[in-house]
Each structure stands twice: as structure tokens, then as C-alpha cells.
């Protein structure tokens, strides 16, 4: 009697959970206009790597000239310029999805469900 009465609570709270009640609002402030400047890189998986401009000798910035397309640069050198998409809280760009945040002057990419780096830009 017992195991079923857990049963049935552990049925009615699996099957009370709502996706939308935990998933974040969609992105919906301003980013077009705007220049960042990569500051650090982190690969958490399969062992932790950090590195920086400092370390790898070059400087990385995106600039999203308007509200679809962006500049790439490294080493001050315009690499590609390609569109983008900001969908929800992730943003594709040239074709490479990346988790999307921003917080104050800081804008954060996450490509961590492919085992890929989080890249941490600040504003200019």
C-alpha cells in the first residue's frame, strides 16, 4: 500500500512539471550596433582549459553591425562577415549555434553541450 502511494505522488509531480516553468525568457534586449572584445575562454570538459589573448597572442572581437549581420575579427583583422540569429536564448552565427547570455557589459556564448568552450566578451 505504501509503495503505492508513492508511486502515485512520484506519477502526479512528474506529470505536474511544466518545460516552460523552468527555461529562461527569451533574449530581448539590444544587441545590434555594438562591438565586444573576447577577454577569456573556458573548456570545462574533458579537462579544464582557460585561455585568454594574452596567452594565445591575438585579440578577437565581434561587431554587430545591424539587426542580422556580424563582423568577426582576429588580430584586428576582419576574418569573416556573415548573418546571425538570435532565437530564444541561444544565437547562431555563420552557421555555428551558441548558448546566449548577457549580463550588464559582459555577452557569453556557450557551445558546452557539445563539449565546446564558453567565450566571455566585454563590451567597447
Given at each position: ?49 582557460l ?53 550588464s ?20
Amino acid at each position: 500500500m505504501f509503495k503505492t502511494l508513492v508511486l502515485m505522488l512520484l506519477c502526479i509531480t512528474i506529470s505536474s512539471c511544466n518545460k516552460k516553468d523552468i527555461t529562461e525568457p527569451p533574449f530581448t534586449g539590444q544587441i545590434t550596433l555594438s562591438k565586444w572584445e573576447w577577454i577569456k575562454s573556458e573548456i570545462i570538459w574533458p579537462n579544464y582549459d582557460l585561455t585568454t589573448p594574452q596567452s594565445v597572442g591575438y585579440s578577437h572581437q565581434l561587431e554587430f553591425i545591424n539587426d542580422s549581420q556580424i563582423k568577426i575579427f582576429y588580430a584586428d583583422t576582419l576574418q569573416n562577415f556573415c548573418e546571425y540569429v538570435i532565437e530564444n536564448n541561444s544565437i547562431i552565427i555563420c552557421n555555428s549555434s551558441y548558448g546566449f547570455e548577457m549580463k550588464s557589459d559582459t555577452l557569453i556564448l556557450s557551445q558546452v553541450y557539445v563539449d565546446g568552450p564558453i567565450k566571455y566578451y566585454k563590451k567597447l
